[in-house]
């Protein structure tokens, strides 16, 4: 079992940055690809980004790339996403996830509760 609590979200103007941090519990931790996904109001939720355990392998979701980056710390069972440069689309519910299994939604073992972001205009 794995439990995931997401921090860091808030209000911030446009073009400015924010850095998400989840903290998972378990002893297993290094065993998950950890990633985020965000749900916009009126929204599917959407992948943003995704990091691999041990060779720290990052994939990002076109919407995000070069603005986002995720990282991981294993020995603080953490992980963190810089979000830079952000847009008024960026706002969302943002979704700390684990999972052994894919990137689909269906296929995510664990989610967090979600860390509300909004982006001003």
């Known amino acids: 079992q794995v439990q995931l609590v997401e921090s860091g979200g808030g209000l911030v103007q446009a073009g400015g940055s924010l850095r998400l941090s989840c903290a998972a519990s378990?002893?297993?931790?290094?065993?998950?690809?950890m990633g985020w996904f965000r749900q916009a109001p009126g929204k599917e939720r959407e992948f943003v980004a995704r990091i691999t355990p041990s060779t720290n392998y990052k994939y990002y979701a076109d919407s995000v790339k070069g603005r986002f980056a995720i990282s991981r710390d294993n020995a603080k069972n953490t992980v963190y996403l810089q979000m830079n440069s952000l847009k008024a689309e960026d706002t969302a519910v943002y979704y700390c996830?684990?999972?052994?299994?894919?990137?689909?939604?269906?296929?995510?073992?664990?989610w967090g509760q979600g860390t509300q972001v909004t982006v001003s205009s």
């Open positions: 378990g002893r297993t931790f290094i065993t998950y690809i």
């Open positions: 996830v684990a999972s052994q299994r894919g990137w689909r939604s269906a296929d995510i073992d664990y």
